[in-house]
């Protein structure tokens, strides 16, 4: 018992921490429904369970991590925490309603939303809550408090009237091509019975508590409270939630901050649904990493950017739509406008490079090229970040094409040293290629001026259509013994290159089969001996022919099917009793 506690105790800390690994050590079916009997409460299991996201997040800006927790919250059910390995954009916000399959083990419940476990891992969205898209007026009433032992009130409402419905508007009115504008009022400053602190769920109610005779809540989605001091943090949820407040609960975001305009703009993009705008960098010594804020011409990055948002946020807040976002279909030349510009015509092209086995299209599976100059609250990124620079060498950002994924600007000519020293060489200059390693597509940058990119495109990989399995037998649930014959069928345009077959207890394949063109249909003999006795799971994966021609990887397509083993023990053990001797 005392084993089992201890491996819960590190299985949980893995889900907290890094959930991605926690997948690789969920145990078997038939160890947990065993171990279930022998130490209740100590082993993760399967469960389905429905609710709606609240997502809340604290930015630690000076340390250059965050921290953000997703909870379930269900009807009459007590709340659940959401550790989501591999996350797709689909659920990174707040009031989403979700169907989800996972792991359950107290009150957390671990996702896989991309890849594969016995039985699989799934979320369904039910509902979605309008939030983004982002679009016109947004009302915000903004409350600046100081603490019972402060040393002053902190700025004039004045200065946070000029800054925020001022400078921070015209921000917004830039960057989303006047389609999103601030509106509202600063309240006086106000003190709020708490002493110095950074803690922002105490402060955040203290302060709506404040200002309760004088703001009528119900009229605002945005609320804002900036203490005297609150070190250098920053506190939203991803998107608007329910908020409990003197005039009854209202849905809008809120966010605790330590003023500086591009904390506020920071912030407030968690509230539009925003998360951070991360680098992925592959120096030459060792793998690729991601550097969480590293995107440093992003006001989604690092918390002094003033910079615009990125083209694939701009395509969630429902920015960048129509003939200003470009899908490449097929080989050819694509022009670009800058991303700043408020000039009608394509402004990004995107490409679809990716794809997960549960077939389920997000917002992750494609690439983003971009072209940014120095036009508007642009002008200063490349002198802010060029002064980190070790070598003291300028930016390329306004020389040619920026690459993102959804989540991470994605270095341009790999290897590159860490940064920041490889911000220097970040952008795809003229006669520069890069051929994406998933798909094979040839990227090349022909002609970089103050008003246009031109991009030479050629299309490798266009098929992510996943192959479609079916075992056959066995069928649900039949019981087992001996050697089985595993029948499965898999079937694509492509033809398959690979299948291979799993049961939940081997990590690896125990059967793989290289078909000939054209099969689709298959017999694999089966062992049952080498398994445990009692309940689990056989899965069949077959990856497609899509990838071939240009030397990467197809697409996989997988089915399952739950099974009992129960092979009979006829040979009596052998025992030899070694001391005492005999006589």
């Known amino acids: 018992y005392d084993l089992a506690r201890q491996r819960k105790h590190l299985f949980v800390r893995l889900m907290r921490e890094d959930p991605n690994t926690a997948v690789n050590y969920i145990l078997p079916q038939r160890m947990r429904a065993s ?7 100590c082993v993760e299991q399967a469960t389905t369970a429905e609710g709606t996201t609240d997502i809340e997040h604290i930015d630690f800006f000076t340390k250059g991590v965050s921290q953000t927790q997703i909870t379930l919250r269900r009807q009459s059910l007590p709340a659940l925490v959401l550790h989501a390995a591999a996350p797709g954009g689909v659920i990174y916000e707040s009031r989403i309603e979700l169907k989800i399959q996972g792991f359950l083990i107290d009150q957390e419940l671990l996702l896989n939303t991309k890849g594969s476990t016995d039985p699989p891992m799934t979320f369904e969205v039910l509902k979605q809550p309008g939030n983004p898209p982002v679009l016109g007026e947004q009302k915000t009433i903004v409350l600046p408090v100081y603490f019972i032992d402060s040393n002053s009130h902190g700025p004039a409402a004045a200065y946070y009237q000029k800054e925020i419905f001022g400078t921070l508007n015209e921000f917004f009115q830039e960057a989303s091509y006047n389609l999103v504008s601030l509106t509202g009022k600063v309240m006086p400053p106000k003190e709020i019975p708490l002493r110095k602190n950074c803690g922002f769920s105490k402060t955040l109610s203290a302060a709506i508590a404040a200002f309760d005779a004088e703001v009528d809540y119900t009229q605002y989605s945005r609320i804002i409270v900036i203490p005297e001091t609150f070190c250098l943090m920053g506190y939203a949820p991803i998107g608007k939630g329910p908020l409990n407040t003197p005039d009854g609960q209202v849905i809008a975001s809120t966010a605790v901050i330590d003023y500086l305009p591009s904390i506020a703009a920071h912030e407030l993009g968690h509230g539009f649904g925003l998360g951070h705008a991360n680098f992925h960098y592959c120096p030459p010594s060792s793998g690729c990493s991601t550097l969480e804020y590293g995107d440093p011409f992003d006001v989604m990055g690092a918390f002094y950017s003033a910079g615009h948002f990125r083209s694939s946020s701009k395509k969630k807040l429902g920015w960048l739509e129509g003939a200003s976002l470009v899908t490449a279909e097929q080989s050819t030349r694509y022009t670009l406008k800058p991303l700043e510009s408020a000039e ?53 950002v306004f020389d040619g094409a920026l690459r993102h994924t959804w989540s991470d600007l994605l270095d341009a000519r790999p290897p590159t040293p860490p940064p920041p020293d490889t911000y220097h060489e970040i952008a795809l200059t003229p006669g520069v290629s890069f051929v994406e ?147």
Do not use: C
Not at 35 to 40: E, I, N, T, W
Not at 357 to 362: K, L, Q, V
């Open 35 to 41: 171990l279930a009997l022998l130490v209740p409460g």
């Open 344 to 396: 009608a015509g394509p402004k990004a092209l995107r490409m679809r490079h990716s794809i997960d086995s549960t077939n389920i299209e997000d917002p992750y599976d494609y690439l983003y090229l971009e072209y940014r100059q120095p036009i508007g609250f642009d002008k200063e990124i490349n002198q802010l970040h060029s002064s980190l620079v070790s070598q003291k060498l300028p930016s390329d």
């Open 437 to 583: 390693p998933n798909t094979g597509t040839k990227i090349t940058t022909r002609l970089a001026s103050a008003t246009e990119l031109q991009l030479d495109v050629a299309l490798g990989k266009t098929d992510f259509t996943l192959p479609v399995v079916r075992i056959i037998t066995p069928q649900p649930d039949q019981t087992f013994s001996g050697s089985v014959a595993v029948e499965i069928e898999a079937n694509d345009p492509s033809g398959i290159l690979r299948l291979e077959l799993y049961d939940d207890f081997l990590k690896s394949a125990f059967a793989t089969l290289y078909p000939s063109l054209g099969q689709t249909r298959f017999q694999i003999p089966w062992d049952t001996t080498h398994a445990p006795n009692g309940p689990g799971y056989l899965r069949a994966k077959a990856e497609d022919r899509s990838g071939e021609p240009w030397g990467v990887r197809g697409n996989i397509g997988e089915a399952w099917v739950s099974i009992i083993v129960d092979n009979k023990d006829e040979v009596p053990p052998t025992v030899k009793l070694l001391h005492p001797e005999l006589n």
